[in-house]
């Protein structure tokens, strides 16, 4: 949980830097709202039972119900984020960092503005959390719906096959494409040379310059959506490289995302693992992703009214499983609470001058703990502070009580030094801002 | 949000104080795990749909989650807070605070030690949490479960009507004593002689004197529960006393809290008004709640051994809704955003270097934005400052480029100075940690 949290508070820092407010939504959804959005995966989404009233379902992502949210409120522009629980029925791999209930974090721009500015911004995010986060190298690949849909047509995919053969695609990044090759032939039933078409296309990426190059293609030139995706990417990339990000960014013709309502740049940032790595890691696949939904508002208005949305996700549950794992690697212990002080006494019948103590450390708000025992035995009280890293230990005892005075020992050193009892606020504050 | 997540982080650092660590658990329990934990409000859970695998509930609260997840993973001794969403069906009536999800924050300390010493540390958080938000001065009521039964079986109260006796006296709280009564005569079916009897237990509040009269109580005295209710209230009391907080506390004798798994000790947090502030202000009902529940952990643990425990809950909704109404009142306008620096531009194709600038600016940490615009015109950049609360803008244009400077503008006092270009972020740094 501790480090859960340092992820968290990592992530929302960023996203508040880039000027996003927070947004929280209910948990549920009417459940017609969350109908026919997630593609295949619609089947994953939890329906509460029909106890009265509307038919609820859990929220699936925190897009569904942001663009939900905009349409209701007749919002045009708006830049949120969102630390949420979404809810997949997924039989639980915890190994791979998937669960059936996990946070997602979320951050979107909406409003109609110039091309690829918000597009920028949030892979300028992605790259700032991820750096920040210190998960080592990583690439983001980009693509494009419309050059997606584009290279399908021009290589004489029929429309009706264009979902299925594009969720092949997807698997580019798993197994080889002899594989993906042979499942659009055999299972999905396309001619070996459209197959051999695709394959063309979809095995390359680059950078700005494989932008370029699709420009030329002489088929890919003639339809018109993948020209515009092409020239959104060439404006995109112009941006990042402003950015100073654009070395981390791929053009990856491969990409495509499995969910429904993207409609334009789409992308999906992956760990790079040294060969070293690669053998004790596990796989954990991307571990932020997004893009460009500009229709989704427009589905959940009366009149059809949309607003243009981009956005992402940070996949923190994959990005907790995998510093756990680092951290176990390295032997790393990490503390689960924050205590400070520790009050101690060596003697029976001190629980009123100890609880007088900490309550005045409370009240100055130290953070301390204390046994819930009339009479502990010293040993244990210092177990206790050894074992829950706590690195202060105050002493109060008849001797110390006499004189007017409380020990404070470090827990590391052992070293003990008797403190008068009425700078016992001010001296362990000094301490600790020492640290 | 902003207001929620000051209360958010104000409650979790005071749980921080005072050792606990953080605990997540599923949304979702088993259905079987929840029914008759909660008395009457059992038909308030919401169930999810029957889709294969397990029946599942959405979660109440927090405190039979955490019973659970003791007892499920043997663990004997924790002292955790827990923040999360908790879903009632109940028809919101938002004004009073009341909604179908909520979010709870929890803080219980399990395992087995001296009597009475977690139990008042619990009422030393909650009087800090109160103080610490500044809600104005507060009163918390205190009885004992034990207690309770005792007056009901020293008033010959027969043991099946101590359930529905004891929720009208949980009333008392918002009609007078007479209409209790008639509730209990009338239809509850109690001879109104017993009521009567009730009547004069219930009505007295007070200190730890209170407590020394119930001990000399003729009929009380002689009941074991009670007996040992009001011993350990008295050891509560000294403690209390030793925290500074006794005269925060009034032992009530209506205080019945309806939940059912509640063995020990309970209490209630109530903001107390003054007059002006009654007429104005919401009713809300108490702020903060929780008590003993030393047998809910064995309920879930297949031999029955169980983990004594004792608890508080924060309202953080209804206090949210006590500060937002204040400051409403008030007129004091919030920040959505924390955005600390706009990068703005009065000339036109100024899109690169404003997006240079603003880069660097994210890089070094500082919160910034810009008009996703290509050619924005200045007084929409300025004005977007002023509505959003931005303090500083960054003007870079022909110039200013020339002479290799930017301009650094305050928008509260419209002051504009020139400062070099390489200077930009020590420069912004310093002025904001001046204000």
Known sequence: MVVREKILDMVIDCFKRHGAKRLDTPAFELKEMLTEKYGEDS?????????????????????VPFARYLAMNKVKRMKRYQVGK????????????????????????AGQFDPM??????????????????????????????????????????????????????????????????????????APEVADRIGDYVQRHGGVSLVEEMFQDSRLSQNKQALEGLGDLRLLFEYLTLFGIAEKISFDLSLARGLDYYTGVIYEAVLLQT??????????????????????????????????????????????????ERMKTAGLKIRTTETQVFVATPQKNFLHERLKLIS????????????????????????????????????????????????????????????????????????????
């Open 275 to 324: 060969p070293a790595q690669a053998e004790e890691c596990l796989s954990v696949g991307s571990v932020a992703a997004g893009g460009r939904y500009d229709g989704l508002v427009g589905v959940f208005d009366p009149k059809g009214h949309t607003v243009p949305c981009v956005g992402l996700s940070i996949g923190v549950e994959r990005i907790f499983a995998i510093l756990e």
């Open 117 to 190: 500015i918000p597009d920028a911004e949030c892979l300028k995010i992605m790259c700032e959390v991820l750096s920040g986060l210190q998960l080592g190298d990583f690439l983001i690949k980009v693509n494009d719906r419309r050059i997606l849909d584009g290279i399908l047509a021009v290589c004489a995919v029929p429309q009706s096959k264009f979902h299925a053969i594009c969720s092949s695609i997807d698997k580019l990044d798993k197994i080889p494409w002899k594989d993906v090759r042979h499942e659009m032939v055999a299972k999905k039933g396309l």
């Open 360 to 435: 005045e450390l409370w009240d100055a708000g130290i953070k301390a703990e204390l046994l819930y025992k009339n009479n502990p035995k010293l040993l244990t009280q210092l177990h206790y502070c050894e074992h829950m890293g706590i690195p202060l230990v105050v002493i109060i005892g008849e001797q110390e009580l006499k004189e007017g005075v409380i020990k404070l020992r470090s827990v590391a050193s052992r070293e003990e030094v008797a403190i008068k009892r009425e700078n016992l606020v001010a001296e362990i504050q000094k301490k600790l801002s020492e640290s």
């Open 43 to 63: 089947g994953l989404i939890y329906d509460l039972k029909d106890q009265g009233g509307e038919l609820l379902s859990l929220r699936y992502d925190l897009t």
């Open 86 to 109: 979404v809810w997949r029925r997924e039989s639980p791999t915890i190994v791979q960092g998937r669960y059936r209930e996990f946070c997602q974090c979320d951050f979107d721009i």
